[in-house]
Every structure is written in C-alpha cells, then in structure tokens.
C-alpha cells in the first residue's frame, strides 16, 4: 500500500483560547465533587477536552466574518436564505426548517411520522434519536452489521446494514408499520463507522420495492464521503462534496445537528422532500422551536452554517479533520492500547471490556476508565457503554450493550498535534497502571438520558 | 456598576439622547412604494413572510433584535463552547441567580422552550392556567398540551382609552373564584406576565403581584412570573408606584421575583440579546424533572441548545439593561413616538407602554368590521406606504372560530409597533409619524381582508390573505 502523506492543517491558528491547568489532587476533588462523571465537571477543570465534537469547533475567520452580518430579523432574515441556498446546494434536498440543534429536528419530524407501535429500524441507536422515537410511540430496530459490534473487526464499512436484518423486519412487522429507514452517516455508537454508498444503495432498493422512507441522520456525512472516497472501489477520483452529495440524493429526508461536520457552535436543520411533510413540519416548528425562518437560531448563527457547510465539504480541510483522529488512534494501536480497531472518524474509541478485564459491566468500566483519565492528565473523555446505553422502555431492564467504549473525541480544528501527543501519553500511562482502577456504583439515576446527569462512587 | 444607581442624571435639555453612541451599523435598502406592494401580494398579504431586505424600518417585534454592546460583543467573542460545564454558563447562571433568586437555572433556545418544559409538566388535560393575558406563543404551548389559557385581566382593560398607571395588573377577585370554580388542584399555575404584552404592554404593580401571590399561596398553587421585560415594568413601579421611588430597578425587579415560585424568560427581550432564555425554579423536584425534559428537547443542563458566547451575552445584557440612564433612555424614547402619534389624533392603547406603541386598529378603520381583520389591514398599509414592518395582535393572533366556523372575534383589534433595543434612532421614529399622516389622510379607502390559507396552531405566523375588493 502507498505510504500515506502528513495531515498538516490547511490553516494557521487566528485566535486562540488559554487552557487551564491543575495538578492530579486537585482533579481527584473534581471528580469527586462531579460524581466521577465527567459531564459533570466544570470545563475550567478541563485541560484537553475531548468529551465531544459536537458544537466545540474552531470556526474560520470566515464564520466569525459571518456571525457579524447576523440579520437579526424575526422574520425573513436573509440569513436563512443563506443557509437554505447552502443545503440545497451541497447537501440537494429542496426543504428546510430551520432547529436551534439537531434534537430539535429529530422531534419534529419523530412526532411527524412516526405512529404507536410503529418500528423504526435503524444502523445503530444514537441516544437523542432513539428517545425521540420511543417518546413518540415507535421503537428501534438495530439493523447495523454484527460485526458492527465487534470492536476486533477490522472491516472499513462497519456503519453497514445487514439486508436480511432488514428484510425480515420488513416481513415481520409489515411495510406500513415501518414509517422510515434511519440511516447514519457515520455511525457514532459504533466507533464513528462510515456506510458505503454500495450498502446504501441497496438499502435504497429494498426500501423502494417497500415504499418506505429513508431518512438520513446526516450529522457527519462529509467524514463518511471521505472514507468512501478513500476506501470504497471507483470513489478514487469523485471529491468529498461530489459524494456528499451522491449519499443525500439517495435518501428522502435528513435530520442534522450541524454542530459537528458543518463546523458551528450552535444550529441544526430538518430537510424534506415530501411537500406535505415539510407543510407539517413548518407548522410545528413554531410551537417548539421558532419561526420557520429561524428556528431558534440567531441570524448570525444561520450565516456561520452556511459557511460552514461550504468548508466542510473541502477535501482539504476533511483530509487534515480525519488525519488527525488517525494520528491519534495509530498511535495507540502501537502502543499496544485495546481500541476499536477501524479507527473512527470523529475519534478513537478504547475498548474498556479488554482494557479492565477486572472490572465487570455492572460496575461500569467505562465511567472508571474515563474517570481515571481525567484524574491522570486533565483530559476529559466520555463513557459509551451501559451507562450511555440506559434501560428498556418496557421491562426497565438494563441495555447491555456489547460495546463498552470510552470515546476521545476531537473538536475539529481545535487541538493541535503536541496536545494529541499528550493524550496518547496519558492513555498509555493510565494502561500501565490498570490493574489500580476500582469499578463504580451509581448512586443517582435519571429517568430519561442517565449517562448526562448520573453520579457515581468508587467501590471500596 | 449596572444596576445600582438609584436615578438616571438630572439633564436641564428636553431632548432625549441615547446614552450609547454607534459602533457598528447595518444598512438597509429603501425600496419604493410600487416595489413593496408587489413584496407585499407575493408574501400574500402577511408581513411575517415579507424578507427582511424587503423592510425598511423593522417594528415587527422587539424580540433578539437588540443591538449589543461592545462589551456584548467581547462575550460573543470570549464565549465558552465546551458542552458541559462552561464557563460561559456558570457566568450566566451566577447572574439570573442573583437577579430571580431562585436556586435552580435551566438555561434554553429562547423562552418558548422553557415554557412548553414547564407548563407541559405541570398542564395537561383537564388544568387550567390562569394569566393576566397570555401571550401568543404562551397560549400555544399550554394548548397544545391539552390544557385551557384563562386571560383575566382587570376590568376595562381592554378599553384602549382607559387611562390607569398599572393597566397591566390582574383581576385578583376573578382569580380567587376561578381558583375555587376550577380547584386549586386543576390549576396548571398562574401566570403573570411583565409587562403585559398582549394587553399593550401595560405594567402590573408590585401590589397587584403580592395579591395574586398571597392568593396563590393560600391556595397552594403554583406562581410563575414571565420577566421577558421586568426592568421595564420596574421602571414604571419606580415612576409610579408608592414607596419604590428610592429603589433601584434591580432591587424592584428582585422584590418581584420574590413575590413567585419561578419564572420564565425570553433573554431576547430584557436581556438584550439575539437568542436564549431561561426556566428559573424554586422547587428542586420541579426542577429535576424540568431538567429531564430539558435535556431530550433542548440540550445539556449547561447550555440548554445555546452556544457559550450566546450565554456569555446575556449574563452582561440582563446586567445592562437595569442600567437607570438605558432604562430613561429607553421609555423615554417609546413615549416619544407614542406622545407624536396620540397628538396627531391616531387612536393608540393608552398610556403608552414599555417596549412598543399599540395602534386601536378598530378606531383607525371603524368602517373594516372585525371578521375583515382591520389590523391586518393597517399593518399592510403601514408596510406599503412606508416600508414599515408591523405586526397585528387582535383576531388574527387571537381569534378563534365556533362550531359553525364563525369567527370568535379578540377582545382588541391592535397594531404594535414594537421598538428594537438600541437600534432605530429619533429620526427613524420621525419618518414612521410621517407615514402615519399620510395613513390618517388615507383612511377611508381601506379595504378589509379576507384568510385564504391558515394552520391550526399560531396562525398569525404563517397565514396567507387576499384583499377584499369592496371598502
């Protein structure tokens, strides 16, 4: 295979934002007084935080050109139409409503089309995504690749659907009781696992000989592009906003938080075809959100998702995003650290079963693995295993997901090589010192969503 | 500081200047009069769906459409966009903590959000909410949640002409026996909204809030405050009530909160900022399951679906906006465009309110009868003759239809000019008097109109309309 070429950034740093540093006795007071859970600590206690990529991006000089010619008018602002223009054009569906964050547009369109008893299949559960469909009466069907499960399985599509999985809903449940096809781009819970467009395509046929809708959660569609550009056979020479473009045209609708791939602080969308849908969905999305020309959303940050959707399609700038979450994860691999082996896009997710095998699922070894970064180095992480996972609508039983992962997200544009040196470091020591992390007890527990709010103690 | 001075300086000059200068600008086009009658019949006839390059002068509402401060602006820049924890949020909650002083914050989008989190968890089939008039959006949410919207404002309150200091007040008699009629336990809560917007942005005073308070209380239901613009209504018990005319607006505005078991804010108001709000509560299980819902529909406990600068923001606006020379500045600048008009002989909601001038559309065009939406129709004229965007708060916001599709007329048929924070100066307000001389010369030939096209909920928003060929 040809040796890959460096990631250098396509930018120099404009602005920069001081870092706070403590040292290790302060961090066990932190996390002490957080609960052992790292949402809930303060993010001055933070020093590199890779909790989530998900509105912590460094905007361009551009967007913040962009957050100054916010038209703050409540109706009509051009701003949307900037913004409509921008998804119409690199994203191509003809409808836009406008969110204040993608959870917003999962509402909206879950209580759309979705009816009780309904089933919802779907490449994976993301936690919001699933809630909105159980809270409007549908339940999800996980329709993803086993090997999608498999934190060992080097496969480069593991964000696939299994058509059989599919089909045999299909057969079970009857088309009319599936009101969509929820397909992902990439799949978060699974490690940042990209689809190919082969799959997609086939998961498009069946649904047409169905008639059921695909609705694409599109929220990091241009790192899926990249990996099909650079994994999937004939995507070779076809450009990152080329195939963004192919993976939407295959689909029906879209629910986005923007504040991942499309480089913003803050805003989302819902985007239809189906005209008596959008008709719907326009009405609605006053009652929650706003008027439908913001939707919750400053003018201003209308403006910077507009720019940013146009830079987030840029080979260059997706080449150096996904480099640097290599980097990260190839170092550890090296090191030997138990990771899930196709590196993701958006971060590197540590396999927690295998890096404490002392510790058993009911005694979370993700909260303790994450805890435990964070007290070694300051670096904040987050917990994707059973605590993410929650209970069964039904029976209140725990999920127990196969996957116990604690995930290192990047911020895009944000961290520099040097601070993704020291987060190898950190992993690497915390791995040499393993058998010294305790499991944990949860000692509070939300209803709704518990991974956010839960508090924990250490096991004596 | 902001908010502690006790009065605005004594200045020998009549003139009222703004005691800011400009630091940035925003150019608008000025369009002719054939120009907008086309913009006008393409947005059938809803200044809502008018573009914004299309207006000239944007009175459609004062909310988020303040200008910031330099200092503001530094926030928006200095904002903290980590997803939990934030110091942008703590900066925030520190500041509506010390302001409501109420120990749980759940910060959100804008206010809206926080009132469906609230008025769905304690709505519902079966309750009643009770509000001096509740406002558009308010309404909506409890709706939609199965729940019933009970407006009882004081009597004559919906006489424009009436002239009373605190026309914002609630019917607390009327309170009391709803209560009772009702039982204490199928009231959702009791809502009082400062100022009172729908009801032409009248103040309510700080008797009138102990009252309901102590009613609320002996009947152990549930007080929430909509503070979306408390420094003004704090301005006018300042101005006009006994025994406040040593405070500050900030203590009066705190004195209030006191007087409640929570509030709601849309932060695009008071606040002076282009989004956020927030869900202030005393009650801690209250709070932990507003908390739940807020975090499947909004975002996070610590932003709520804001970003880090939009906090950063309004921690300094709701510090601003208790300033004594803003809040001079401020009223002193909406009396003066009401003052002009009332004197020309337009028929207005009087006295003037807080943050916008009410148009009695009825007696501007007593020859439109309601069903033919005469506010509509003055807020079309308003739109083509100067460029001016308004907006109708009367039986297209309110009205509803019977069971034979009769129009159940609101008990006003109003036009707000609503005045941006910090935006338009004395000029602007001088070429709105002017267009009004040409609307008054006018009159008579205004034709009604007709809904050709509306939603089920919040109708206003979206609603397309014809105009009537006969006056």
């Known amino acids: ?460 | 500081m902001h908010g502690e001075t006790l009065a605005p300086k004594k200045m020998v000059q009549k003139t009222i200047i703004e005691p800011f200068r400009i630091k940035s600008v925003e150019p608008f086009r000025l369009s002719s009069e054939s120009e907008r009658s086309a913009f006008l019949k393409a947005a059938d006839y809803n200044p809502f769906l008018l573009s914004s390059d299309q207006v000239m002068i944007d009175l459609l509402t004062d909310s988020g459409t303040s200008a910031m401060s330099a200092n503001q602006w530094a926030g928006i820049i200095n904002g903290d966009e980590a997803y939990a924890g934030s110091r942008s949020w703590l900066k925030m909650q520190a500041v509506v903590k010390d302001l409501t002083g109420f120990e749980f914050i759940l910060p959100t989008h804008q206010g809206r959000a926080a009132e469906r989190i609230i008025y769905g968890l304690v709505g519902g089939k079966g309750k009643t909410f009770i509000s001096n008039t509740h406002f558009d959006t308010t309404r909506a949410n409890i709706e939609f949640s199965g729940a019933e919207a009970i407006d009882i404002p004081i009597e004559n309150a919906t006489d424009p002409s009436w002239i009373h200091p605190f026309k914002g007040n609630l019917n607390t008699e009327k309170l009391e026996k709803i209560i009772l009629e009702k039982g204490a336990g199928n009231v959702g809560a009791v809502i009082l909204t400062v100022t009172n917007n729908s009801g032409g942005g009248q103040p309510v005073s700080m008797a009138n809030t102990r009252e309901v308070s102590r009613i609320c209380r002996k009947h152990g239901v549930l007080f929430m405050l909509d503070c979306c613009r408390v420094a003004e209504n704090a301005y006018f018990i300042h101005l006009r009530e006994e025994g406040y005319s040593g405070k500050t607006y900030k203590e009066i505005a705190q004195e209030m909160f006191s007087l409640t078991d929570g509030a709601v804010m849309s932060a695009k108001k008071d606040a002076l900022v282009n989004m956020g709000g927030f869900l202030a509560l005393k009650d801690k299980d209250i709070a932990n399951e507003c908390k739940s819902l807020l975090i499947i529909t909004e975002g996070f406990t610590t932003y709520g679906g804001l970003s880090g600068r939009d906090m950063e923001a309004i921690a300094i606006g709701l510090e601003e906006v208790f300033d004594a020379d803003y809040l001079t500045y401020r009223m002193k600048s909406t009396a003066y465009l009401g003052d002009h008009l009332n004197k020309m002989g337009v028929p207005l909601m009087l006295p003037i309110g807080g943050h916008a001038v009410y148009i009695d559309a009825k007696q501007f065009y007593p020859h439109i009868p309601v069903d033919q939406y005469p506010g509509q129709a003055l807020a079309c004229e308003l739109y083509v003759k100067g460029g001016i965007r308004s907006v109708e708060i009367g039986s297209v916001m309110f009205g509803k239809y019977d069971s034979m599709g009769k129009l159940i007329p609101a008990s006003m048929e109003l036009v707000r000019l609503a005045i941006p924070r910090r935006v338009y100066t004395q000029s602007h307000m001088e070429y709105v008097i002017e267009t009004f001389e040409i609307l008054l010369e006018d009159r008579k030939n205004v034709r009604g109109m007709k809904i050709t096209e509306e939603p089920k909920f919040l109708r206003h928003f979206t609603a397309k309309f014809e105009k009537l060929d006969q006056v």
Request: proline content about 3%.
């Open chain 1, 1 to 460: 295979m040809k040796k890959e070429r460096s990631w250098a950034e396509p930018y120099k740093i404009k602005m920069v934002e001081p870092l706070f540093m403590t040292t290790r006795e302060e961090r066990e007071q932190f996390l002490k007084d957080a609960g052992y859970n790292t949402f809930l600590l303060r993010s001055k206690q933070v020093y590199i935080d890779l909790l989530t990529d998900s509105g912590t991006s460094a905007m361009s000089d551009r967007q913040w050109a962009a957050l100054m010619m916010g038209d703050e008018s409540y109706a009509g602002s051009e701003n949307f139409y900037h913004m409509e223009a921008a998804i119409q054009k690199y994203y191509g569906y003809k409808h836009v409503i406008p969110t204040h964050q993608g959870r917003g547009a999962e509402h909206i369109l879950s209580q759309i089309l979705i009816k009780k008893g309904d089933v919802v299949p779907g490449n994976m559960y993301f936690t919001t995504t699933r809630l909105h469909q159980e809270l409007a009466g549908g339940t999800f069907a996980d329709i993803i690749i086993d090997e999608a499960h498999d934190p060992d399985s080097e496969l480069p599509f593991k964000g696939n659907c299994d058509l059989n999985k599919l089909e045999r809903l299909i057969t079970k449940h009857g088309a009319e009781n599936i009101p969509y096809v929820s397909i992902a781009t990439t799949v978060n819970m699974a490690g940042g696992q990209p689809l190919s467009l082969a799959n997609l395509r086939e998961v498009r046929a069946l649904c047409d000989k169905h008639g059921i809708m695909i609705v694409h959660d599109m929220t990091r569609v241009a790192e899926n592009a990249y990996m099909i550009q650079r994994l999937e056979e004939g995507y070779g020479h076809k450009s990152t906003a080329e195939i963004v473009r192919e993976i939407c045209d295959l689909t029906d609708a879209a629910t986005m938080s923007s504040k991942k791939d499309a480089l913003v602080n803050i805003g989302g969308f819902l985007a239809v075809n189906d005209e008596k849908v959008f008709e719907k969905a326009r009405n609605m999305v006053v009652v929650y959100e706003g008027l439908h020309t913001y939707g919750g959303l400053a003018g201003r940050d209308m403006e910077a998702l507009a720019v940013g959707i146009a830079e987030s399609v840029d080979d260059d700038h997706i080449r150096a995003r996904v480099g640097q979450v290599q980097y990260l994860g190839k170092k550890l691999l090296e090191a030997g650290i138990p990771i899930v082996k196709t590196i993701g896009t958006h971060g590197v997710f540590l396999d927690a079963k295998k890096f404490l095998p002392h510790i058993s699922q009911d005694q979370f070894p993700a909260q303790s693995l994450a805890a435990a970064i964070y007290a070694d180095s300051g670096v904040r992480t987050m917990e994707r295993g059973i605590v993410s996972a929650g209970r069964k609508k039904d029976t209140g039983e725990e999920n127990r997901p196969d996957l116990e992962l604690v995930r290192l997200t990047v911020s895009r544009r944000v961290y520099t090589q040097a601070h993704m040196d020291v987060v190898a470091e950190s992993v690497e020591y915390v791995y040499s010192e393993r058998h010294l992390i305790k499991g944990l007890k949860m000692v509070y527990e939300p209803e709704y969503l518990r991974f956010f709010q839960a508090r924990f103690e250490p096991i004596t």
